[in-house]
């Protein structure tokens, strides 16, 4: 009798657990009925226990993935293995609404999901557990943590004054497409680009106009560019460009198109018309290039002999 005592408070204590845990606890059959829902469950989707006792799980919730969830629970019965489902892999399978203070900027609960085989007495897998946890504040400060690793990056690799990507940056897209060159023999061309008389802007209307004239040359750049096109500040008043799959005489096209919209829009400064112009040089990747510091040199090299040639003009390079 003291035996049969036992065993019932052992079972009271056991139900009282499966209820009140703080993971949700579903036993499924072999048809994915629900057989068990304990308190976490009813807590979060407002159904209870009795209500959805021996209810089809697929039938219940229409939005689950059926195919792909049914595939996971298969393998579990067939393979007598467990199988997990974390949050990185789908953010959630019971669409449960998020109610932590901390986290409550999200919309939803994120969880991670293990799937149990649950045996009969004869040894055979007749039903199976899903465990439910709630794992959104893990979450959430993973994916903060990766936001701000992601800005920290773009902060890195950008230019702050133009937001196109600062010379270090820039250098390491030209040198990529230097080797891509070298592998694959592909056409790519570099263009380099000044602001005319850069210094008299700035002894005339001041530091202040001269910033907003690079940002004007900037915005218009990115205007110009493809989305395989690299650009970057190359320093002070001038930039660069790596054009991709594009030869020289395309590249001369891109460069007199850039040239002629900057030098026909309108710059205004604290109600002044500032008229802006740029030289632009270019060179392709010729095979007489030993490396991407030379082909640097050869754009160079074509940018002066623009200034020479009196501004606001395109060279290509010539050996």
Known sequence: MAYDQSAMNELHWLIDMVQTIEVGLVVLDRNYDIQLWNGFMENHSGISPNSIKGANLFDKF??????WLKQKMESVFLLKNRAFISWEQRPFVFKFGNYRPITGRADFMYQNVTLLPLSSLTGQITHISMIIYDVTDVAINRLQLKAANERLEHLSQTDGLTQLNNRRHWQ???????????RYGEPTTLVMIDIDNFKRINDTYGHLAGDKVIQHVSHILKQSLRETDCAGRYGGEEFAVVLSNTNAEHALNF??????KIAASEMRYESVKISVTVSIGICDIGTKLENSA???ANTDNALYQAKQAGRNCCVTFKE
């Open 62 to 67: 229409d939005y689950l993935p059926a195919t």
């Open 172 to 182: 390491m897209c030209m040198q990529r497409e230097f080797d891509r060159h070298t």
């Open 294 to 296: 030379k082909w640097l």
């Open 255 to 260: 460069a007199e198109r850039l040239r002629e």
